[in-house]
């Protein structure tokens, strides 16, 4: 299997149709602020068929807790996926929402209503989540985990959503700093990528021209099975990588 790499910037600056000739990948947040559906079909038409599109849940939508708010949102989320034909959904949950029973119900109850059928559900949890119950919850539920592949390992599955973060004095991402990324995806079907840096046309290049390379040499990521107890869940849910950083 030879992973199909879709790669984005942070956001759109310029034309929409500027930005599709050096990327493939755009999020779009369906909240208040979000286009007109007419022009989100206007959008869906003046790209690629390639060119993928990941639609964010709004604030209300991913506090998870019932409300009108919540309803509103969630009904924009699903129009923009539809008038998109978005291949993903992204909910970023906040610190408020935490690994105790409520949420995970709510969370439960609210993939439900997502559609799923052409669009995977990705999640982002911010907070107290760790990254191997973050990964289990993943699994259980069937929706893909969102990682910043720069500095964690990325859970196993045929779909990977990764984040690369300008943080700290993180400002780009060299060619080793992206192979390892590329080795962390490994061989799947879709790698979706996020680049939050102000240099990202030339981290996607780069990235790009790795994963060709990757494909010529049949180098794929390693899937390390954890041994012991604790380690033991982390089977099959976790694809782990080196995680020495630059």
């Given at each position: 299997m030879?992973?199909?790499?879709?790669?984005?910037?942070?956001?759109?600056?310029?034309?929409?149709?500027?930005?599709a000739k050096r990327f493939d990948?755009?999020?779009?947040r369906a909240d208040a602020k979000a286009p007109?559906?007419?022009?989100?079909?206007r959008w869906r038409k003046s790209v690629p068929p390639h060119f993928d599109f990941s639609v964010i849940g709004g604030a209300h939508l991913s506090l998870l807790k019932p409300s009108e708010a919540l309803e509103a949102e969630l009904d924009a989320a699903v129009r923009a996926i539809a008038a998109l034909q978005a291949r993903c959904f992204l909910l970023q949950t906040p610190v408020d929402v935490t690994p105790s029973a409520l949420s995970?119900?709510?969370?439960?109850?609210?993939?439900?209503?997502?559609?799923r059928d052409a669009t995977h559900v990705v999640w982002e949890p911010?907070?107290?989540?760790?990254?191997?119950?973050?990964a289990a919850a993943a699994k259980k539920w069937g929706i893909v985990l969102g990682v910043d592949a720069a500095r964690d390992d990325v859970p196993d599955g045929p779909t990977a959503y990764a984040?690369?973060?300008?943080?700290?004095?993180t400002r780009s991402f060299g060619p080793s700093a992206l192979s390892r990324v590329v080795d962390r995806i490994g061989d799947r079907r879709d790698a979706y990528v996020v680049i939050e840096t102000s240099s990202a046309l030339a981290e996607c290049k780069e990235l790009r021209k790795l994963a060709q390379r990757g494909k010529k040499t049949g180098r794929t990521g390693m899937v390390l099975k954890p041994r012991g107890t604790k380690a033991a869940k982390l089977t099959n849910v976790l694809k782990?990588?080196?995680?020495?950083q630059e």
């Open positions: 030879s992973t199909r790499f879709h790669i984005g910037a942070k956001e759109l600056k310029g034309s929409l149709t500027a930005y990948l755009l999020e779009v007109t559906i007419p022009a989100l079909r995970r119900d709510r969370m439960a109850r609210l993939l439900d209503r997502l559609p911010r907070g107290v989540w760790e990254l191997e119950d973050a984040r690369l973060r300008s943080l700290g004095e782990v990588r080196d995680d020495e």
